[in-house]
């Protein structure tokens, strides 16, 4: 009965959180509800938040032992960690109804974390995760606003992450409280606390200040595909359009300005591909998706958020904190995200 009540509460924040693409994009973002003691819900891999349903789209898993894990890992050992932590957490996740599905690759920092977790990539919280000016930005921002918040300078996503995580909150000093909103650079933003109604408020009134800060005001642009041919979508989106036709465009502009690990693998790897599944045409303003529909959106949204994200810290006169190198490099062999992306192709099937 009551793990039953747990998981709609977690259906609900999915739902909440998943159907803005100005909080989420494509299958980016996740959420987690512990359901007792040991065991907690997870959006599985590969999904997107708004198809999470009672019966679907999530993993039960045991965060003790993910956690236990974390606190007990010998870090002076030569060896694969990131491949060990998948190892684990696909060992402490329960198959029932005969799937089998990977939790998140960030179910790491969801074990650590209070009993609701949000992950957003929202792209408010972008535009601070992504400049220099972010984090000092954050405390003139939240100051006096009732929650404490920490900053993760980038760290590669998976084992590395959630070690940091779990570091940063045990060296607070004892008499802080424990943060609930965390900002994660080049990345996205991390709101946690026992308390559902809390958890979803905190969030929300993170947006909202950062959108009062920059005075931004109106709506977040929808996304519109239109389909062109077999597994071909052609851009409606007038946000993306306006911006390929202006002289902030350039081809080369993902590859120069690497924001997150979300453009890497949903817009520079189709992009900058042999067969490439999105086709820039500059000369007739056009924007093509040669993909099915389902993958064809989340590009579309990770490219919107991308835009959006660049022409904002523009307009602020921010400086972008782009990804280095070897950071790149990284996601790009990443073996939890050629998994996404594979699921993401056979889901569309
Ligand atoms: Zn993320």
Redesign the pocket.
Known sequence: MERNKTLQELVWLCQKIGRKIDYVQGG???ISVKLDSQYMAIKASGFRLDQVTEEDGYVIVDYQKIKSFYENVNLSQNKDYEKESLEIAQKSSLSFSGKVLRPSV?VGFHSVLDRYVI?S?SVYANILACSCEGRQLCYQIFKDKNFNFIWIPYIN?GFSLTIEIANQLRSLPAEDKRPKVIFMEN??LIVSSDNLKEVYEVHERVNLLIKRWFKIRGRYPSCVLKQIGDNRYQSRTRFILDFIKSEKFEFELFEKYPLYPDQLVYINSSLYAENPKIEIDLQRGRVIYNAAYSEALATEETLLAYLYVITKINKFSLTIKTMSQNEMEYIKNWESEKYRKELLKKMAK
């Open positions: 980016g973002g996740n960030e992950h990539h996503p990345h996205g």
